[in-house]
Nanobody
Framework: QVQLLESGGGLVQAGGSLRLSCTDS????????MGWFRQAPGNEREFVAS????????DHSDSVKGRFTISRDNAVNTVYLEMNSLKPEDTAVYYC???????????????????WGQGTQVTVSS
């Protein structure tokens, strides 16, 4: 069973940076596509970024493109979300997600993913 654990959330001022990490202490994630979603109070969970198992194919939502970068280091079994130029509207709980490596094109819906972490809070103050 995949058990994802996120870390790195916190409180930051607008314009600041944070790096989120996601790992699984008991299972290698190298055979999994990985992603990040976020959910603000009263909103649906929305896609942020994804990376294929190989690390060569990445996708970012329009709202974070150019500010956030997803990456993975399979040697340390960790996926990262580097977040720069943070805005108050980025405030949300950020969730790491995984699925067995797939040829499916779709990765932007919650239903495209199989495993979820508990989430880490990111708060951006103005």
């Amino acid at each position: 069973q995949v058990q994802l654990l996120e870390s790195g959330g916190g409180l930051v001022q607008a314009g600041g940076s944070l790096r989120l990490s996601c790992t699984d202490s008991g299972r290698a994630l190298s055979n999994y596509d990985m992603g990040w979603f976020r959910q603000a109070p009263g909103n649906e969970r929305e896609f942020v970024a994804s990376v294929r198992w190989s690390g060569f194919s990445k996708d970012h939502s329009d709202s974070v493109k150019g500010r956030f970068t997803i990456s993975r280091d399979n040697a340390v079994n960790t996926v990262y979300l580097e977040m720069n130029s943070l805005k108050p509207e980025d405030t949300a709980v950020y969730y790491c997600t995984a699925r067995i490596a797939s040829l499916r094109d779709t990765m932007r819906q919650t239903t495209d993913w199989d495993y979820w972490g508990q989430g880490t809070q990111v708060t951006v103050s103005s």
